[in-house]
């Protein structure tokens, strides 16, 4: 995703989220889903673990305290800007009318065809670059507080079921109607006039208060069961592929269902939708923190570098290779990493169940989603890192001299 120039280009980045916070006073430049978005960001700041929340902080401004919810509504407010106008396709995606289904591959593009420009390449791209910036090979052409505004942001667009609408009425833009007594669309009343009237008849229009009753039904309530799965996930291009799923299968079924241009919606509309536009902030919520916990998570082998090696990892490794030359990993264990001597009859199936067994076993036994893992789970599983590490590279080794050296057993001898 390419960033255009012009003069907003020499302005700090600091300086135009100061303009924001200025224009957000004007009435006229509020964004809409301003509440849905602050949500969602209140639910996920809550959920970060202290390293997570760590770094959120360091990269958000002075002026905002540490609240990453002050600034969820900046990519609105900015899109349309000369520098920022390419994010403006990255807000929403466009899905073939009536089809209720989403294909990345045919649907995530702008309007011009160019790939991957939709909520969906979004949310990959710039998880992408808060993941170059924990590793340390962060481009310097990312702005990494961007990137961690912008992420925010598209975890609640891509939640928004009318943002992954159909093609023709722009997500329901230009369906027009009445909401209760006033001019409205069918995109607004998703993004926007549920979540205010709920505030109005049963929250004394305290966003506060409605937030307690969302993470209520989260913690142990309506949804508590389900929290588990909305947190599942393994490879972001899946995940953001199955929650645009979902946005398209709500905006079909429950947003677009029964609804003619021109017509009024008031008390059944709003009261059987209510629940699922606050189940959508909910998950979004979950959804970035658990993203954010991920791409600042305290890794086993983060932490032993810094116990035990002083931060040197060529330490670490010599520690790993005394284990299988002469202290803990016996002859005998170093054959069966290998599992074969013919490079035919690569033994991957039982490397792929070694795996699974010890993931069962010590990576997911006792573990439960919030909870904390210290030095008890960080002791008794640190040597099965530095094992598994130990054997990929001996298998890799075996696997390369066969290739390239032509030695059956696989394994060079010390001479």
């Known amino acids: 995703m390419h960033r255009l120039g012009g003069f907003w280009g020499s302005l700090s980045f600091g300086f135009i989220l100061f303009l924001n916070a200025v224009f957000i006073t004007i009435p006229g430049a509020l964004s809409w889903s301003k509440e849905g978005h602050t ?39 900015i899109r349309h800007w000369y520098k920022y106008r390419w994010t403006s396709p990255l807000h929403f995606i466009d899905t073939p009318d009536d089809s209720c289904s989403f294909t990345y591959s045919r649907d995530c593009h702008d309007q011009h065809g160019v790939k991957d420009m939709c909520v969906a390449g979004a949310v990959k791209n710039f998880t992408s670059q808060l993941l170059h910036y924990r590793e340390g090979t962060a481009d310097r052409r990312y702005n990494m507080t961007e990137a961690l505004l912008f992420l925010s942001h598209f975890m609640g667009d891509i939640h928004q079921p009318m943002h992954v609408g159909f093609t023709t009425d722009e997500g329901g833009n230009s369906i027009d109607l009445r909401w209760f007594r006033h001019k409205s669309n069918l995109h607004h009343v998703w993004d ?165 067994q010890i993931a069962c076993k010590w990576g997911y036994n006792g573990v439960k989603s919030g909870e904390t893992l210290a030095d008890d789970y960080f002791n008794s599983r640190m040597p099965y890192v530095m094992k598994r590490i130990a054997q990929g590279g001996i298998r890799l080794a075996m696997i390369l001299n066969q290739v390239f050296g032509g030695s059956e057993e696989g394994f060079a001898t010390a001479t």
């Not at 700041?45 to 600034?71: I, M, N």
């Not at 109005?200 to 305290?206: E, L, R, T, V």
């Not at 202290?327 to 795996?355: C, D, G, M, P, Q």
């Open 39 to 77: 949500m969602t960001c209140q639910i996920a700041q809550a959920l970060l673990e202290p390293q997570a929340s760590e770094a959120v902080s360091q990269l958000l401004p002075e002026y905002v305290e540490g609240d990453l919810s002050a600034l969820c509504v900046w990519p609105d407010q």
């Open 192 to 356: 926007r006039e549920i979540i205010l009237t709920a505030l109005a008849d049963y929250y004394d229009k305290d966003v506060s208060l409605l937030l307690k009753d969302i993470e209520r039904n989260y913690t142990d309530g309506t949804w508590s069961d389900d929290v588990s799965s909305w947190q599942q996930c393994n490879d972001i291009s899946e995940c953001v592929n199955s929650w645009a799923k979902e946005s398209i299968q709500i905006a079909c079924k429950w947003g677009y269902n029964g609804v003619k241009s021109g017509e009024t919606l008031a008390d059944d509309y709003f009261n059987s939708r209510m629940p699922y536009v606050m189940k959508r902030i909910a998950q979004g919520g979950i959804r970035l923190a658990m993203i954010l916990n991920q791409v600042w998570d305290r890794e086993i082998i983060l932490t032993a570098l810094a116990d035990y090696y002083d931060k040197d990892v060529s330490l670490l490794l010599k520690d790993i290779e005394r284990n299988y030359t002469d202290v803990r990993f016996n002859i005998s264990l170093i054959l069966t990493f290998y599992t074969t001597n013919s490079f035919l009859r690569l033994n991957t199936t039982l490397w792929a169940k070694e795996s699974i």
